[in-house]
């Protein structure tokens, strides 16, 4: 099943003759709208016209998210402000938020890109859809919404928090898809066991589920305790929102990014050096048909690799892998290098442990400490304390071997670490603030 079929199967060479004409006229636009895309391409000594084929797009400079923090508030914005409808932001975890504008296009665009994705799901028309993903400047409600409605789907627009209600609300409305981040999906299921309502007497049947970084371990927790199938939705403001790239309910191998409007790259983060297909590195996306802020190379700092392999969904737009982790994320312990989302991988593999952590890492002396905190299932905690310290030297030797990185498991009462209604907070580095 489709949404635009046209669009989602065309052959590549149509595709990338497609992106080539799009790709030239984003770049007069932003050469001759935004002055620091004058400026860069200048400096760089490129005009917007010696770009006559998809390779010449390496010439270009790449933008950064310090490029558009410089810029604040709309020094990006490649259109007039009285042609901007909507306008989000980013909440980093420093400074001044990350500013977006979309004009009308922009905003009938992304909700197509939302259907699509929705369909590539297995979500259609008919479906309700339990939209709590946050409303506000964060993308992800608004943009989740508008694709729901773009579909013809009924759509809840219920946001993050209040969970006992949320539940309520899902039962009594029957709801069939739920959009949410994976984390908060976890709470849900806690609450409601915690009510006496049982998962596998709802009627949802699918969850998209993205805004943070989760493993394929965690998918299976998901599911089981949801009772439905989950799918990985990718995207970030800069670039759109939820929606640039999904994984189809078919192949759950991967996920489509949507490239008649999209151009991913994928660079060593070090060296900018453009990197073979299927080799993991960090993700670089040009928009090609966004008017409000067009973005040309933008690096994401999000880690993947890409292919071009076809899928048995019949979309014929590259896939990336889900996402290991940020480049700025990544945890260097003594020298060793470990995403979050390995060491989730490696607890959620490990019976009477939760899917709820924390890692918090340290510096004595010379030092880096990496101590794990992390959840026991309800069932172990009476027990007698020999189980518990057997398992956290079980935690402590699956890191070692599986990561080579060594730890302290900290095994602490069911339900202590703070859930999140969003995007789930797994990391405190201590070592910044000495
Ligand atoms: O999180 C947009 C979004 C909303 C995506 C709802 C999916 C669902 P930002 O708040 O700008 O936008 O954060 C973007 O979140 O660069 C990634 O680091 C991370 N991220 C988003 N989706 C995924 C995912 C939204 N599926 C940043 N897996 C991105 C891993 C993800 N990380």
């Given at each position: 099943m489709f949404f635009n079929e046209e669009f989602e199967t065309l052959p590549r060479q149509a595709l990338e003759a497609v992106q080539l004409k799009r790709l030239q006229s984003t770049l007069e636009r932003v050469y001759a709208n935004v002055p620091f895309y004058k400026a860069s391409f200048d400096s760089a000594g490129i005009?917007?016209?010696?770009?006559?084929?998809?390779?010449?797009?390496?010439?270009l400079p790449f933008t950064t998210k310090q490029d558009m923090r410089d810029s604040?508030?709309?020094?990006?914005?490649?259109?007039p402000m009285d042609e901007i409808v909507r306008i989000h932001a980013s909440s980093g975890t420093t400074g001044k938020p990350t500013v977006v504008g979309y004009t009308q296009k922009d905003i009938s665009t992304w909700s197509e890109l939302m259907a699509r994705s929705f369909v590539a799901a297995?979500?259609?028309?008919?479906d309700i859809i339990h939209n709590a993903y946050g409303y506000?400047?964060?993308?992800g409600g608004l943009g989740a919404h508008y694709g729901a409605e773009r579909l013809g789907a009924s759509v809840?627009?219920?946001?993050?928090?209040?969970t006992k209600r949320q539940i309520m609300i899902m039962q009594d409305f029957g709801s069939t898809v739920l959009t949410c981040t994976p984390s908060y999906s976890l709470f849900m299921a806690e609450e409601a066991q915690a009510e006496g309502?049982?998962?596998?007497?709802?009627?949802?049947?699918?969850g998209i589920f993205g805004a943070e970084p989760w493993s394929e371990e965690m998918r299976g927790e998901i599911e089981q305790k949801l009772n439905l199938t989950a799918i990985d939705i990718y995207g970030l403001s800069e670039i759109?929102?939820?929606?640039v790239a999904i994984e189809c309910i078919e192949a759950k191998s991967g996920l489509h990014i949507w490239e008649d409007h999209f151009i991913p790259e994928i660079i060593n983060?070090?060296?900018g050096e453009l990197l073979p297909e299927g080799e993991r590195g960090e993700l670089v996306i040009t928009t090609i048909?966004?008017?409000?802020i067009p973005l040309i190379r933008?690096?994401?700092r999000d880690i993947t690799s890409l292919t071009y392999e076809p899928c048995i969904c019949g979309r014929t737009h590259a896939r990336i892998a889900?996402?290991?982790?940020r480049s700025d994320d990544m945890l260097i312990i003594r020298g060793v290098n470990v995403f979050p989302s390995q060491i989730e991988a490696v607890l959620v593999s490990?019976?009477?442990?939760?899917?709820h952590y924390m890692l918090i890492v340290d510096r004595q002396g010379t030092m880096d400490t990496l101590t794990v905190q992390v959840e026991v299932s309800e069932h172990l905690f009476s027990d007698e304390i020999k189980v518990l310290q057997a398992l956290s030297r079980r935690v402590e030797k699956e890191i070692k071997d599986m990561l080579g990185v060594t730890c302290t498991a900290k095994l602490v009462e069911p339900k202590t670490i703070q859930r999140s209604e969003?995007?789930?907070?797994r990391v405190t580095d201590n070592r910044k603030l000495s």
């Open positions: 005009k917007p016209s010696v770009v006559n084929c998809l390779a010449d797009l390496q010439k604040y508030p709309y020094g990006l914005f490649a259109a297995g979500a259609h028309k008919g506000g400047l964060f993308t809840i627009p219920i946001s993050g928090g209040n309502i049982d998962f596998q007497k709802l009627k949802l049947r699918v759109m929102g939820p929606g983060p070090e060296t048909t966004k008017q409000g933008y690096r994401t889900r996402m290991s982790g490990i019976e009477g442990i939760e899917p969003g995007k789930a907070k």
